[in-house]
T-cell receptor
Framework: NAGVTQTPKFQVLKTGQSMTLQCAQDMNHNSMYWYRQDPGMGLRLIYYSASEGTTDKGEVPNGYNVSRLNKREFSLRLESAAPSQTSVYFC?????????????FGDGTRLSIL | KQEVTQIPAALSVPEGENLVLNCSFTDSAIYNLQWFRQDPGKGLTSLLLIQSSQREQTSGRLNASLDKSSGRSTLYIAASQPGDSATYLCAVNPDSNYQLIWGAGTKLIIKP
């Protein structure tokens, strides 16, 4: 049971570099999410996609872009990485957003920006 | 603005004890509340989801309660085991929208 798969698991970037974090789910879920987790803080929503073809900003979208490539895949792009974006990034999916369905998480991508 | 607080930030107890983890929120107008478990280096696993109309949910040795009027939820773990060691996070869902509001978590250590 793969569930939600994130790649890569670790990445070190230099300030100004760009990269894309990949996420795929095999549970046929409609909604997908990108969060960041910083020490001592709760998760913060970056972007979400309620369904294929739609994306919306969350609490902290600045510096990020997303693409809902198809129902399975939801990618997060950092166009010009900054040290403040050093964090652990989690992708999640749920059957739908409107019914408070539990979210299923990937194992995260640990990103360091030097 | 909804805020979610989990106190204490860390808790260490001997194996076999029953324990309670706390979650408080500032706005009682919530759609549901969820408890998650996070193991080191891993993602989050959903444990229990309590709808606003419910008072509690149970799964095995876990029992979560919800008191909206007081802005509190508790996660009760019975007969704790070393395998329960993890960080436990709660999150509230305000009015069925997409944005969960998260607590910072309680790191639980169960000593053998």
């Amino acid at each position: 049971n793969a569930g939600v798969t994130q790649t890569p698991k670790f990445q070190v970037l230099k300030t100004g570099q760009s990269m894309t974090l990949q996420c795929a789910q095999d549970m046929n879920h409609n909604s997908m999410y990108w969060y960041r987790q910083d020490p001592g803080m709760g998760l913060r929503l970056i972007y979400y996609s309620a369904s294929e073809g739609t994306t919306d900003k969350g609490e902290v979208p600045n510096g990020y872009n997303v693409s809902r490539l198809n129902k399975r895949e939801f990618s997060l792009r950092l166009e010009s990485a900054a040290p403040s974006q050093t964090s652990v990034y989690f992708c999640a999916s749920s059957e739908s957003r409107g019914l408070g369905q539990p979210q299923h998480f990937g194992d995260g991508t640990r990103l360091s920006i030097l | 603005k909804q805020e979610v607080t989990q106190i204490p930030a860390a808790l260490s107890v001997p194996e076999g004890e029953n324990l309670v983890l706390n979650c408080s929120f500032t706005d009682s107008a919530i759609y549901n509340l969820q408890w998650f478990r996070q193991d080191p280096g891993k993602g989050l696993t959903s444990l229990l989801l309590i709808q606003s109309s419910q008072r509690e949910q149970t799964s095995g040795r876990l029992n979560a309660s919800l008191d909206k009027s007081s802005g509190r939820s508790t996660l009760y773990i019975a007969a704790s085991q070393p395998g329960d060691s993890a960080t436990y996070l709660c999150a509230v869902n305000p009015d069925s929208n997409y944005q969960l509001i998260w607590g910072a978590g309680t790191k639980l250590i169960i000593k053998p």
